[in-house]
């Protein structure tokens, strides 16, 4: 690989085929569950954020919609079907290690009849009123609520 610039950012670029080696966001999502008795979070039981809380989500496969990768993490997270009630925002995020993210934020209910419990990547599951929420593994999580908090309710 060489180095090209490109449009004022230095790209690797094979000289023998010509491929470009772009260095785009990835994309994930993070779902607020809003439940009769709090918010849905759960403690991670893995790196980053070892035993601090989150919200549910995770990365965007490359064969799904957004939409569709927020309610297969809250099923792999916290074990609960969810509905998504709508797009709360879409954050960029820059990750410890410099790389970038586009985080998609969306507002979601439980189906009728499901209870969370921890999934592989969770110690616990808990529910949290708004305004006592423990500490965030995320900042993007917590800035997530906030927009939650300030959005109009229908």
Known sequence: MEIREID???VPVCPACDFHAWS????????????PGGLVLGRRSIEPGYGLWCLPGGFVNEEESPADAATR?????????VRIEGLLDVYHIVRGDGRGMVGIAYVASLEDGEVPTAGNEMLEVGLFAPDNLPELAFSSHRRAIAAWREAPRA
């Open 24 to 35: 785009n966001p990835t994309v994930a999502t993070m779902v607020i569950i809003e439940t």
């Open 8 to 10: 004022g950012r230095d």
């Open 73 to 81: 993490e809250c099923q792999e997270e916290v074990q609960a079907k």
